[in-house]
């Protein structure tokens, strides 16, 4: 079995779960809308850190924030819905064989032996269609894909590319 970046392996699993990233996507816009219908809206008092003191629900400010979640929950499923669209066209240009092999070795993790040539095929159509990504949401492309000794800027990196 070949060796890969660990990066590149989950990029593929998530290429491969696109029915369940969308319905995770959908679940947590819901639980937004249920979790901002289930506060407490009218002014009442609370006992915390700075004692009893009264809270008030500000109409204004939350359903600005609320809003502001579902915004980005929906960018994120709009994403999602064209990084599957351009990704089925790819794989209905594949052989059911490779196929199989992909779906066994990085959804499954069974140990089959995917060819390189195939696993570098599938990478390079993931980095077109995460190019394109970028370019829709203008978001500056870096040459230099390495992750560095910063887990900050590894995970900003991440985020950017995966346009979150």
């Keep these: 079995m070949l060796s890969m970046d660990p990066f590149d392996e989950i990029?593929?699993?998530?290429?491969?779960?696109?029915?369940?990233?969308?319905?995770?996507?959908?679940?947590?816009?819901?639980?937004?809308?249920?979790e901002f219908f289930s506060q407490n809206m009218a002014t009442h008092i609370v006992f915390d850190e700075l004692g009893m003191t009264t809270k008030g629900f500000r109409p204004d400010k939350e359903v600005e924030k609320?809003?502001?979640?579902?915004?980005?929950?929906?960018?994120?499923?709009?994403?999602?819905?064209?990084?599957?669209?351009h990704f089925k066209r790819f794989w209905a240009t594949l052989k059911p064989l490779e196929q199989q092999l992909l779906i066994r070795r990085f959804k499954?993790?069974?140990?089959?032996?995917?060819?390189?040539?195939?696993?570098?095929?599938?990478?390079?159509?993931?980095?077109?269609?995460?190019?394109?990504i970028c370019f829709?949401?203008?978001?500056?492309?870096?040459?230099?894909?390495?992750?560095?000794?910063?887990?900050?800027?590894?995970l900003e990196r991440m985020c950017d590319f995966f346009a979150l």
């Design 11 to 34: 990029v593929i699993k998530n290429y491969l779960s696109f029915p369940l990233v969308l319905q995770k996507l959908l679940s947590i816009k819901k639980l937004r809308r249920i």
């Design 66 to 85: 609320l809003l502001l979640k579902l915004e980005l929950i929906d960018k994120r499923i709009e994403r999602t819905l064209f990084r599957q669209k």
């Design 108 to 132: 499954y993790k069974e140990e089959v032996n995917c060819p390189q040539s195939l696993v570098e095929s599938v990478l390079d159509e993931i980095e077109e269609i995460e190019t394109a």
């Design 136 to 154: 829709m949401e203008d978001i500056e492309l870096e040459e230099e894909s390495e992750l560095s000794d910063d887990v900050e800027e590894n």
